[in-house]
């Protein structure tokens, strides 16, 4: 394979200057992929914070005729909060189940509870706030709101997320799922729902990747003098 000098020159060119537009980006594939590769993703999610949830079990509790006559029920579930069992109806509405009482909500006491209910007991609680809104790139995300969020005397700095509408355990978040998430953010090159393969972005990158690959290796065979000396024999 002979090229011209000027030829030559314009591939080290085109490699070196590409090398150096994508290298940071190249770092943080490395990085993050490493990461991804050394950490256990039963630990990222939480797992070693939590605990399972004992099996709900209440006595004498209003029969679903008896407490909704006038409405369709499609699908119930049974909730324990502070002890006194609910109803979730429809995924809409929260029942206390042995008065009938419609329930706007639950308390922050009740939210603590459950947590106590899905979390390790070594964990003492700092902080219990409300949210009512969370941006793209907030880390409970995508979930039911409002939530209360639970901040934890820790050096992870944990924090849990119970469903204010029926007091369901979400989620539960801490530095090395922020970590995680950051790095996969930046591998997945989709800086808004971090999940998109597919952004014009990543495509892009992914393309002047292998342009610049595949630039390197024709530059080392028209510029390898084990290769000249071949093709001269």
Do not use: C
Not at 38 to 61: Q, V
Not at 81 to 99: E, K, R
């Amino acid at each position: 394979m002979a090229l011209n000098r000027k030829t030559q020159g314009l591939i080290r060119k085109s490699h070196r200057y590409l090398g150096l537009f994508l290298g940071i980006q190249f770092i943080f594939w490395t990085v993050s992929g490493l990461y991804f590769s050394w950490t256990d993703i039963d630990a990222i999610h939480g797992d070693d914070y939590r605990i399972h949830s004992p099996s709900i079990s209440f006595d004498n509790l209003l029969t679903s005729d008896s407490l909704f006559s006038q409405l369709t029920i499609s699908k119930i579930a049974l909730r324990d909060l502070n002890g006194v069992p609910h109803f979730w109806i429809n995924g809409l509405d929260l029942y206390n189940a042995s008065s009938g009482k419609k329930r706007q909500g639950i308390s922050k006491d009740e939210a603590l509870y459950v947590a106590s209910q899905n979390m390790i007991p070594e964990l003492n609680y700092k902080t219990i706030e409300l949210i009512v809104s969370t941006d793209a790139h907030h880390e409970y995300r995508g979930r039911p709101l409002p939530a209360y969020a639970i901040n934890y005397k820790h050096p992870e700095s944990i924090t849990a997320y119970i469903s204010y509408a029926d007091g369901a355990f979400q989620t539960v978040r801490h530095r090395d799922w922020r970590w995680f998430d950051f790095l996969w953010m930046t591998h997945t090159m989709d800086y808004q729902s971090r999940d998109n393969f597919n952004t014009t972005l990543l495509r892009a990158f992914s393309l002047l990747g292998l342009i610049t690959v595949l630039s390197g290796f024709v530059l080392f065979i028209v510029s390898s003098p084990t290769i000249r000396k071949l093709k001269k024999k």
